[in-house]
Every structure is written in structure tokens, then in C-alpha cells.
């Protein structure tokens, strides 16, 4: 069996303000549009996939949180409705997937040979959370690839960056060893914003982009900085300023998913693609694209 | 109408009292806990139930469950290996809407949410499986806002105790929290289960020592301490004890009882009970202002063409304080007159009350909005917001006499515009003095001084 490999590795948020603006026919609400620079950012990061060969997509989600260890969907059909409790105005999504059940126990399976606390979900009611949802509405709307479904363990609030991005870091290494090993292609998504200082107003409609945009100048900086490490290939330099990242900007990436990303990647030097970025309800989104597919040709 | 709290609630949001008590005997403590809280609540004459649950965070202001009938099956994040949880909830939807109304009338962000499919959250529907099987008693939810400080909490009490006065409720409030909340991070055997450390277990004491003692406000004003002390940093903080403090009217005489205190997975979980009767010791010492309108700057997005929205007024006629004439009744709870006189003058039996308007003493917000501009440019304004302030102004002038709504006899009522006004002011009066029966005149009148709708000129009995 030939091994498997990672493809590409994206930086997908997920503010259901997307699929509400994108107004595909499983979600309920229903818009005038809005935030066309980062659904044309999805759109550009879908075209650069469209030719790829790949067998399922991994996501880890900052919205499917566990204090008790990292947990993996382990039921292979998922259908159901997701309704954001924060925003349910906007996202309820009729979803109906498929877990790469296989897939995900081999992670959590490695995870746990590395020493880490895992466990697998096996509840037929579970819900699966919006951000999942979102990230992968968004990059794959066919919804034909199987997914594996990780969630973010908030070892940030329990101990603190360091030890989040230690765990994060051995989780992307034993996902990579486990993707090796299944002989799969796999588009890997870290489901989260940069900056991540809400707004706490909504406008009427919520789609009004004449009201949109960062909540301050700090939050802008911040994101171009990271942007800008992304682009040039610097994710050392990410992983090491992401105590004060997570602490100056509220990033999203406190959940683990960027750090989990870049470590399933080998901590790449290769640069990544910005195929848009945005503010939504004032926190910032990128969406990137790390090509792995190609790097064996340089 | 007397609408009050008559009992508060500290329960425990993890799953396993409802779904596995018999695992572990400290779970099964907590279970029978909850079953003599529901026993209690029974035997009451409550009416409703009032959920604070921290494990619904909102990021757009407060979020009120306004479907009649949530129904779905809940799943613990962490803990789905214990099982499912068939919920259908029965809201009192009249309340919710009463209440988003009245928060946005103190100058909260809120709004009411009623989606099929509306994951409503785990710490909720424990304890309404829990405290109410069968839906005997109708129940409201209300999330806990990420970035809420007390102000914002203590004011969002408030305008609830608004609505439980106005309809006249036997309420109970519940705050779904954990003392400590560091959980095990690795899995463990239900027999392992223990408070995570030992100076968690001596800070959960503490607090307990304290709600048994009925010292509520004590805890609330310690809210930030405890939460450095042995809170995880999770999105909400130990804000449930501001917003359970308010609703007591900040009191630390309250009578305390703890029916259990127990180990989930390392977090305190506790079963409180409070009643209003007082315990004779202690008394409201608040430590910081007490506010009652919340004029936060939070609104990050610029709103100011939001219609209703009540803003602290910025220019208009200088303020006075109160005359302290012969037989002069006055109270810094009523805002401050625009010219020299008092809020109230007592003579023989009876209490002349000076004009009064919605304006909020301390900031001078109107509730219901301005109705113009510093340029004089109409402003669209909430008329039964105002007159609902007007009220409860009047209310509070009488109070400081030693009288109350119940005594006024005689009401001369000033709109600024009749037409657009009358129907609105009619309906608020209706619920509120109009049930107390005094006369009244309504008069049509070119302005009054600051930019309001509505003022009333009151007589009333001592």
C-alpha cells in the first residue's frame, strides 16, 4: 500500500455568516449576501482543489470543545440539524455526512500510543458542531468526501499556550504518522479565526458590510503579522509568538487547531496561499492554503 | 400584583446526577440533592423557573429561549459515553418576550431566540429534567453573555425583577454553575472521583460556609476573587452569583441551606437552596455603585442611528439637587429635578409629588429613547418604555415616603404628543396604576423640558 499523505493543509474559519451568505438550500435563513471577500476567498481555495485527488478531509474545530482529552467522531453516518447557539438567526443547517471512522480511530489510536488523552465518541445522537459543519460546508459543499472529526481540547484554559501547543503539536504528528499510515490523501482544515474580538451588537441585516470591520487597529496588526508569517513559510515563528497571539489578539488559535495544523505539516517552511481575508462580526478570518501536494516537486 | 423570588437555586450542570447517580455515591448525593430542591419547589407555590445557565454563552447581548416547546436529545460534550437526554422543555414564552423587552429598556443588548433545533444546553436541561419533571411549572432560559461585567449582569437582573413584579410571579432563579470547575483532564473510574485539589475543596468550603449563612452578596462581591482563585479561564467567569446576588436585591441575609456538595469528575458540584426569609444576621453592604440602567460602551459597532436605543442624555437643562425644604421628601434613587424643588412634599396624610419623567437617576438615560436629538431632530422612541420608567420613578419617591403605587389617588398625565402617544402610555397604565384606581387627567402639551414623551404630576396617601 502506497502511503498516505496530507495534500494541503488550510486555515478554514468558520463564522456561519458564510453558509447564511452563501444561502445553499440545507440552511434555513436565508440572505442578501455579504462578506464576498472571504466566501470568493473559499471560492478561489475550492478552485485550487478542484483538480486534487483526495480521500477525506480532517478537521479539528475550536466549537466541539472537550476538557476530558481530544475526542474523534467514531459514527460513520452523522445527519441532523446544526443550530448555532450563538448565532441561530443565521446557521440552521441540515447536514448529513460521513465519518471516515477508520481514519479517526488510527489517530486516536496513535494519539493514545503517544501518550495523550483520547477517546473516541460513539453516541448516535451526538450533534456534530457548527464549525465543523461550516469549515467543510464551505471548502467541499458536495459533501462527498468522509470527514474525520476532531475536537479541541481546551488545554489552554486548564494549564496554559505552552502546554496546548505541546499537545497540539504531538497530536499533528500522530495524525501525519496515522495518514502515512492508512495510505490515504487527506486535506487537513484548522477551523478558526485569527483575531477573535467580537462585536457584541448585530446589525439589521446582519449582512450590512457598511457596519463591518476589525474591532480595532491591534486586532488588524495582529492579523497581518500572522498573515504574513503564513506567506512566507516562517510557522516556527508562528508557533513561537502564539502565547502572545492567543493573549493580545483572543485568537481563535487558542483552541490548537492552527498549531495542531502546522505540526501534522512538519512545521512547514514552504509558504502558504492567502486565498482571502475578512472580518466578520469584527474578528478577523484568513484563508490559506498550504499545497503540500506540490512541495515533493521542488 | 407582588410578584418575588421565593427561592434560589445553585445546581451542578453536569450530566451525571441525571444519567448515571447510581455510579458513584457522591453523584447519587447530588441526585437526591436535586430531588429534595424539586420536593421543595413542589411544595411552594411557584410559578415559574428562572434558568442562568453558564454553559449557554452568547456573544450578541443576552439570548432569551422564547420557543414554547424546545424539544431535541442532548449530548454531553465530554461525557456522551453516559448517554442521551430526550428533552422537551415548556418555555413561558410571555415572560421571555417581557423580558428582552425589559432589558432592552435598560439599555441591554438582548434578544429572545425560538429555532426548531435550538441546542439548548446541557447545564439546562440537567436541571430542568431534574428540578421539573413533567414541565409542572414553566421555565425560562436565559444565556450568559461572554463578555457581560457586573454591571451589565446586576442590570440584567434587574430588568427580570421588573417583569416578575409586573406579572406578578412566584419565581424561582437557578444558577446552573460548578464552585470549582477544573475537571480531570484523563478519564477516570467513577470510585476515583474527588475534588481536583485540595485548595479547591477549601475555596468551595468557604463559598458554601457563606451561602449557608445566607451571605449571598458576600460571594457576589468575592465573584472576581474566586474566579483567580479556582476558576479554569473558561468564556464566562463566576458571573452567575452577580446575577443571583441581584436578583436577591443584593442581600446577605438571605437563609441558606446546602443540601449537598460533591465531586464530578474534580469540579465542586453543589446543591443550594435559598429562601428570602431573613436569618437575622447580616445586612446589604454593596461595595461598588449600584447602577440600574446599563450604559456601557460595549456597542463597539457604531449604532447611533439605532432608534430606540436609550442614551445617557448630553446636553439639555442643568440638573438640581433636591430641595431639602420643610417637610421635603427626597431620594437619590429618583433623578434630579431640572429646577429648585423637591421630588415629593409631604403634608398632613397626604404626598404632592412633583412632575415626574422617565429620566434614570445617575446617568439620566431615558428608557424608550430620546425623542429628539442635540439638533433637535426627531428621534422614534419607545412611549410604553417610558411611561413604564415614569412608574417606577414614581414608585420609588413614594417608597422613600413610606408609601407606595397602592396609595395614589389622584394622577395628572402630560404627553407631548397625543395622537402618536396615548395608546402606548394607556396600555402601561393600564398594567400598572391603572390597577390601583386613582383619577386621572391626560393632558396634550407643546414640550416639557428634557426631550421626553410623558411626565406625571401624582397625589397619594401617606
Known amino acids: 500500500m502506497a502511503k498516505g499523505s496530507i495534500v494541503a493543509g488550510c486555515l478554514a474559519p468558520h463564522p456561519p ?43 479539528l474545530s475550536p466549537h466541539w470543545q472537550t476538557y476530558v482529552g481530544t475526542h474523534f467522531i467514531g459514527v460513520e453516518k452523522c445527519s441532523s440539524k ?80 505552552e502546554v496546548m501547543q505541546e499537545m497540539m503539536m504531538e497530536l499533528g504528528r500522530s495524525t501525519a504518522k496515522a495518514i502515512e499510515e492508512s495510505g490515504k490523501k487527506c486535506v487537513l482544515l484548522a477551523s478558526n479565526s485569527l483575531s477573535h474580538r467580537h462585536f457584541v451588537t448585530e446589525t439589521n441585516p446582519p449582512e450590512d458590510m457598511s457596519k463591518e470591520h476589525i474591532t480595532s487597529h491591534a486586532m488588524h496588526l495582529w492579523d497581518m503579522r500572522m498573515i504574513e508569517l503564513m506567506r512566507s513559510g516562517k510557522s516556527q515563528q508562528i508557533i513561537n509568538e502564539m502565547p502572545e497571539f492567543c493573549d493580545q ?50 | 400584583m407582588s410578584g418575588e423570588i421565593i427561592k434560589s437555586l445553585i445546581v451542578p450542570p453536569h450530566p451525571h446526577p441525571a444519567l448515571c447517580p447510581e455510579k458513584n455515591e457522591g453523584w447519587q448525593r447530588i441526585r437526591d440533592a436535586y430531588d429534595e430542591a424539586r420536593r421543595q419547589i413542589e411544595e411552594s407555590d411557584a410559578d415559574l423557573i428562572i434558568i442562568y445557565s453558564t454553559l449557554w454563552p452568547s456573544v450578541i447581548g443576552h439570548q432569551i429561549q422564547a420557543d414554547p416547546n424546545p424539544e431535541w436529545v442532548m449530548v454531553d460534550s465530554d461525557f456522551h459515553d453516559l448517554g442521551s437526554i430526550h428533552y422537551s422543555l415548556k418555555i413561558d414564552t410571555d415572560f421571555a418576550h417581557a423580558w428582552n423587552k425589559a432589558n432592552i429598556s435598560r439599555g441591554l443588548e438582548s434578544r429572545t431566540v ?40 446586576t442590570v440584567l437582573a434587574k430588568s427580570c425583577m421588573d417583569v416578575i413584579k409586573q406579572q406578578g410571579k412566584k419565581a424561582v432563579a437557578v444558577s446552573v454553575m460548578s464552585l470549582s470547575n477544573r475537571m480531570f483532564t484523563e478519564p477516570i473510574e467513577p470510585h ?16 458554601l460556609e457563606f451561602l449557608s449563612e445566607g451571605r449571598l452578596e458576600d460571594i457576589g462581591q468575592l465573584s472576581r476573587t ?48 435559598l429562601s428570602p426569609e431573613s436569618n437575622g444576621t447580616g445586612d446589604k453592604e454593596y461595595d461598588e455603585d449600584d447602577v440600574d440602567f446599563y ?128 395608546s402606548g402610555y394607556n396600555e402601561v397604565w393600564a398594567e400598572t396604576l391603572g390597577k390601583v384606581g386613582p383619577t386621572r387627567t391626560t393632558l396634550a402639551i407643546r414640550a416639557l423640558p428634557t426631550p421626553i414623551a410623558v411626565e406625571m404630576k401624582v397625589i397619594a396617601k401617606v
Open chain 1, 82 to 161: 446544526s443550530v448555532d447557539p450563538v448565532f441561530p438567526n443565521l446557521f440552521r443547517f441540515n447536514y448529513d455526512l460521513t465519518i471516515d471512522v477508520e481514519l479517526a480511530r488510527s489517530i486516536h489510536d496513535q494519539a493514545k500510543s503517544e501518550g495523550m488523552s483520547v477517546k473516541m465518541m460513539e453516541n448516535p445522537d451526538f450533534r456534530v458542531d457548527y464549525g465543523t459543519i461550516v469549515s467543510c460546508h464551505m471548502v467541499r459543499p458536495e459533501w462527498d468526501k468522509p470527514i474525520v472529526s476532531i475536537s479541541s481540547n481546551r488545554s489552554l484554559s486548564y494549564y496554559s499556550v
Open chain 2, 114 to 153: 425560538a429555532y426548531d433545533g435550538f441546542p439548548v444546553d446541557v447545564g439546562s436541561v440537567v436541571a430542568l429534567e431534574l428540578l421539573n419533571p413533567n414541565n409542572r411549572i414553566p421555565a425560562v432560559i436565559c444565556s450568559t453573555n461572554v463578555y457581560s461585567n457586573r454591571a451589565e449582569t
Open chain 2, 226 to 273: 474566586i474566579h483567580d482563585q479556582i476558576r479554569v479561564k473558561k468564556v464566562v467567569a463566576f458571573k452567575p452569583m452577580w446575577w443571583l446576588s441581584a436578583m436577591n436585591d443584593n442581600r446577605n441575609d438571605l437563609t441558606g441551606e446546602v443540601l449537598a456538595y460533591e465531586a464530578i469528575h474534580g469540579a465542586g458540584a453543589a446543591v443550594v437552596v
Open chain 1, 17 to 59: 455568516h458564510l453558509v447564511y451568505a452563501d444561502n445553499p438550500e440545507q440552511n434555513e435563513p436565508v440572505s442578501e449576501g455579504g462578506w464576498e471577500q472571504l466566501r470568493w476567498g473559499y471560492e478561489r481555495l475550492r478552485e485550487s482543489l478542484k483538480d486534487v485527488d483526495y480521500d477525506v478531509i480532517v478537521v
Open chain 2, 295 to 422: 450604559g456601557g460602551d460595549r456597542n463597539v459597532l457604531d449604532s447611533s442611528d439605532d432608534e430606540t436605543v436609550n442614551k445617557p442624555l448630553n446636553s439639555g437643562p442643568a440638573l438640581y439637587d433636591p430641595v431639602e425644604g420643610k417637610n421635603a421628601v427626597n431620594t437619590n434613587k429618583a433623578p434630579k429635578p431640572v429646577g429648585a424643588y423637591p421630588h415629593a412634599r409631604r403634608e398632613g396624610d397626604l404626598i404632592y409629588l412633583s412632575g415626574v419623567g422617565p429620566r434614570q437617576p445617575g446617568d439620566n438615560s431615558i428608557p424608550g429613547g430620546p425623542i429628539k436629538d442635540k439638533a433637535g431632530n426627531p428621534l422614534n422612541y419607545d412611549i410604553k418604555a417610558q411611561t413604564r420608567a415614569v412608574v417606577d420613578n414614581i414608585a420609588r419617591i413614594l417608597e422613600e415616603a413610606g408609601s407606595s403605587l397602592d396609595n395614589v389617588i389622584d394622577v395628572t398625565s402630560f404627553l407631548v404628543d397625543m395622537d402618536r402617544d396615548f
Open chain 1, 249 to 298: 489578539a483572543i485568537a481563535e488559535s487558542d483552541g490548537g487547531a492552527l498549531t495542531w495544523l502546522l505540526s501534522a505539516m512538519g512545521v512547514p517552511t514552504q509558504p502558504a496561499t492567502l486565498h482571502g481575508y475578512g472580518t466578520i462580526i469584527g474578528t478577523g478570518n484568513a484563508i490559506m492554503e498550504w499545497p503540500c501536494r506540490k512541495w515533493g516537486e521542488q
Open chain 2, 192 to 207: 476515583e472521583d474527588r475534588i481536583h485539589s485540595l485548595k479547591d475543596d477549601e475555596w468551595n468550603q468557604k463559598i
